[in-house]
């Protein structure tokens, strides 16, 4: 079955530094992947998505993600976070085994930037 | 125009009434779903609708019914709920359900269940 794993229950930084909130996949032949934000109170945001081609995908807000194969990762990124970036990232894959019907969801990492 | 439009925000419902969710979408996605969302835990599939057929239904219980009346719009019927399906609802669509189209969501409806 298709996975993804978000190690990090939560990740903290100063604003104005770089993030990164870490993502890892397992799934049978090529993956989609894609993450999404959720503030508090509100639904999901969808922020960028890796289907093939350049493994830099950038989104929106900044945001930014690398797909790498050989480590089955798929981080997302911004070079200089604000405060408005804390929420809650999820990183999901679209399920092959359910001809991608099914979006499966990581547990999701709270950021945190502090001012 | 991304926009899933979920009524109503906020529900508190009795576990002996019957109450409805609605979800609407115009951006002709022919893919729409049902997510449960409990606090601080990702989204759980309930159902997925592909082309106004039920395509997906993750064994929910039958005390959840949904229905999609034509491709623009979703609906999750409530009745005899318990207190443990008090949750965030999300709808959501997509361009078709069968490859790697972007799934957007709605902004939920909190239900309430007492």
């Known amino acids: 079955a298709q996975s993804v794993a978000q190690p990090e229950d939560q990740v903290n930084v100063a604003e104005g530094n770089p993030l990164t909130v870490k993502c890892t996949y397992s799934?049978?032949?090529?993956?989609?992947l894609f993450w999404y934000v959720q503030y508090p109170n509100r639904g999901l945001q969808f922020l960028l998505k890796?289907?093939?081609?350049?493994?830099l995908v950038k989104g929106s807000y900044g945001f930014e993600a690398e797909f790498n194969k050989s480590q089955t990762s798929f981080h997302l990124k911004k070079p200089s976070a604000l405060v408005s970036d804390s929420a809650l990232y999820f990183c999901?894959?679209?399920?092959?085994?359910?001809?991608?019907?099914?979006?499966?969801f990581g547990t999701g990492t709270r950021l945190l930037v502090s001012p | 125009d991304t926009e899933v439009t979920q009524t109503p925000k906020h529900l508190v419902m009795g576990m002996t009434n019957k109450k409805s969710l609605k979800c609407e979408q115009h951006?002709?996605?022919?893919?729409m779903y049902w997510y449960k969302q409990k606090a601080k835990k990702p989204p759980e599939l309930m159902f997925v609708?592909?082309?106004?057929?039920?395509?997906i239904n993750e064994s929910v219980p039958s005390r959840f019914s949904p229905e999609c009346p034509n491709s623009s719009l979703l609906n999750l019927h409530l009745h005899a709920l318990q207190p443990e399906d008090s949750a965030l609802y999300l709808c959501?669509?997509?361009?078709?359900?069968?490859?790697?189209?972007?799934?957007?969501f709605g902004e939920g409806s909190w239900l309430t269940v007492v």
């Open positions: 959501a669509s997509s361009r078709t359900g069968d490859s790697g189209n972007t799934i957007y």
């Open positions: 799934v049978s032949g090529n993956p989609y």
């Open positions: 890796y289907i093939t081609g350049d493994n």
């Open positions: 999901a894959v679209r399920d092959r085994n359910t001809g991608f019907q099914k979006l499966v």
């Open positions: 951006m002709g996605h022919r893919a």
């Open positions: 609708y592909s082309y106004e057929k039920l395509s």
